[in-house]
């Protein structure tokens, strides 16, 4: 197979049908997603069957207990995706939104029209809904896709390819805005990612490695974050009863997700009064400490943290703490060592508050509430096709709306600049 | 000189800087403008003979008139900039505004904060007024700017440097808030757009060579616009004198511009009326038309177009004109050939003007009005840093807010994820 021709073939097809869904109407959408829902609801045992071969083969090749379960389609999980193409289809339809229409001196109205970005790449590993997901999002936001997932989820992606591609027909839309790439080739992901004439955007969703290598190479923009280094910054005006709270659930909520809590920063007048009882809570859900040299004089048991710890994405029950002398070091660590992921203050103080919101260079900055909450449906996005730590077009949790831009549009009667 | 180790330090400090012109107040950024305005006023010799400087090595290389002229500092450009910095100033502050708080079903609140890029790079041609202009936009909305100029504009830049440093100094801001590069030596250009830990995004002003260089080469984002090859569509339901004012003043009102039209598309049932008009208003502007073979048996005077007349951008008085089918062909002859930058209809049809609005894809798009309108003044933008033909970030005129991008804000009261 010529990887390269394959490609550029996939890229055009896209590009066309971008033309066409761009301007499809939000019924015409929304009949799609839904008829998709009903073609995976009366296909439940292809899907099943093409993911059994899927895990065997995973087996066979080794695959980590982790990953096979991320692998895994079980009758909960496709339930969960038939939901949540429902939910796409119910959520307002970004596309076409006028805003701003104002008169200018000159006579002519000018405002600005939300519309698709046209072609988005998606490279995703092993879980196969996403496929689903990723699909329904682009959709709705008017977007031709180009789905890339893990060659360990082919014959599970290849089968609800089949689902898309009949609900596309069902609403009278071409197969081409909804395309699963069919090779494992690793070269096609190469290929997507270099492709400018065809693909717009590139989403990557996986681990650390395959972001930081689809962003190296990518000659199209790239909307990621590379990982979720967040805090918790207890300040020396905090409710310790919140503070406890809200330290406890930002770590052990959930070990694996980016919006987990890694490091704790203490505020020192208060540290010898919180250290403790927090350390216990910890202890009782079997969580790590590695303290710095001030939080180990009040907690002997933690472990040393050394420098590489302040910067670590753990992803596992273990936490990083460190004693901070005021507000002042608590943001200059956050800003040196965080990702620029999300990172929360408990504090009573309104002036602390407001500096941390302002000054916390990161795309969620929360006042007494857990770093749990960052995500796009705990935000009313509806639905999330990633989350962004740049700065450039979105940052933080990205929904419909992150994947459409604004054009200018003007209004004029025979108006001429003079 | 060592221009690495020199780039990655004006980058180091340019980071540091970020921080404090990030949470400086309105007042401040705004004295600092007024102050700079009143530096460059009170050093109008110094600004003159450091001009006259590089006038005189610019005609010893034998630049041409036109680059000459655009390097220029007369006194009537030097209040130009005065009163550029003293409308800037009075623009509102884009930073720190927080839309759309509301509480969500957990209890928080989520909102979103809009926050300064960081550091912006700006990399331009010949034109000294440049330096405050970008340098005065970057600041209100709470940028560090790291400025490369022509070599050409050397002294010049450096005598604007130096009242733009003053002008931090009266705010209390230290001057590492705005740098202009102090070697002409051009490796600096290729080490500014490849340190993504210091510069957040690049702004390249200049011709179309230095841009596509720059946007070939850089490992950080580019806001910028290749070029402007603009369309008039004037449809069979047009005003034809609403069409023939139209299309005179988006050729001839200025030559040189990227918003200028460089063809115009005739719908056919109209072109034998309209055609011998415009043809003649054009001829009495000494506007050359090179025109398709259906253009010609109405306009036998036309030069043959070819086929890269439809995507050349002429700056020039020549005009490319095409006669069309109908709407669908204009559309897709502007989608296809066009640079999306700027393209207009004129029809009476609500229903053309409507699907005009929506499947042209370019970052303005006009009802019966010239594409001379498309800049940020005009606008209501209150400046322009640039043109923006990309989809994502920023799109068509880009002003203050597009240096700027969002952050979410979360309020709780010791909320936690459930």
């Known amino acids: 197979m010529d990887i390269n021709a394959y490609m550029r073939e996939v890229g055009s097809e896209a590009r066309s049908a971008s033309r066409l869904i761009a301007k499809a109407d939000t019924g015409v959408k929304n009949k799609a997603l839904i008829a998709t829902a009903e073609a995976i609801d009366a296909a439940r045992e292809e899907l099943m069957a093409a993911n059994a071969k899927d895990l065997e083969s995973g087996r066979a090749n080794g695959l980590d207990a982790a990953l096979l379960d991320r692998l895994e389609l079980t009758p909960a999980r496709i339930d969960a995706m038939i939901k949540g193409l429902h939910q796409v289809a119910a959520l307002p339809d970004p596309v076409g939104e006028i805003t701003g229409?104002?008169?200018?001196?000159?006579?002519?109205?000018?405002?600005?029209?939300?519309?698709?970005?046209?072609?988005?790449?998606?490279?995703?590993?092993?879980?196969?809904?996403?496929?689903?997901?990723?699909?329904?999002?682009c959709l709705k936001s008017g977007n031709a896709t180009i789905l890339r997932g893990g060659s360990e989820a082919i014959h599970s992606n290849q089968a609800i390819a089949a689902c898309i591609e009949n609900g596309l027909k069902t609403a009278g839309l071409p197969a081409s805005v909804v395309q699963v790439i069919k090779t494992t080739d690793r070269a096609a992901v190469g290929e997507l990612i270099t492709m400018p004439d065809y693909v717009d955007v590139i989403v990557p969703r996986g681990g650390k490695g395959l972001i930081e290598r689809i962003s190296r190479e990518a000659r199209v923009p790239v909307i990621k974050h590379l990982d979720g280094v967040c805090h918790v910054f207890i300040d020396r005006d905090a409710d310790l009863n919140k503070a406890l709270t809200i330290a406890v659930n930002s770590k052990t909520q959930r070990y694996g997700t980016c919006n987990t809590m890694e490091t704790l920063l203490v505020d020192a007048p208060v540290a010898?009064?919180?250290?403790?009882?927090?350390?216990?809570?910890?202890?009782?859900?079997?969580?790590?400490?590695?303290?710095?040299?001030?939080?180990?004089?009040?907690?002997?048991?933690?472990?040393?943290?050394?420098?590489?710890d302040w910067s670590e994405e753990y992803l596992a029950p273990i936490l990083a703490i460190k004693v901070v002398e005021n507000l002042d070091e608590a943001i200059a660590h956050i800003n040196h060592y965080g990702s620029h992921h999300t990172d929360a203050i408990v504090t009573e103080s309104y002036s602390k508050g407001r500096r941390f919101l302002t000054e916390v260079d990161s795309s969620s900055v929360m006042i007494n509430a857990s770093t749990r909450f960052a995500d796009g449906f705990e935000y009313g996005l509806g639905a999330e096709i990633g989350i962004s730590t740049d700065k450039i077009h979105a940052r933080g949790p990205v929904g419909l709306e992150g994947l459409t831009s604004q054009k200018y549009v003007v209004l004029g009667d025979g108006h001429i600049r003079q």
Chains 1, 2 share one sequence.
Do not use: D, F, H, W
């Open 101 to 137: 229409l104002n008169y200018r001196p000159s006579g002519i109205q000018v405002g600005k029209m939300r519309v698709p970005l046209g072609v988005v790449g998606i490279i995703y590993e092993s879980r196969p809904n996403v496929t689903v997901e990723a699909a329904s999002l």
């Open 272 to 308: 010898a009064t919180i250290l403790p009882q927090l350390a216990q809570a910890y202890a009782e859900k079997g969580v790590e400490l590695r303290g710095c040299e001030r939080t180990r004089e009040i907690l002997p048991q933690a472990l040393s943290a050394v420098e590489a």
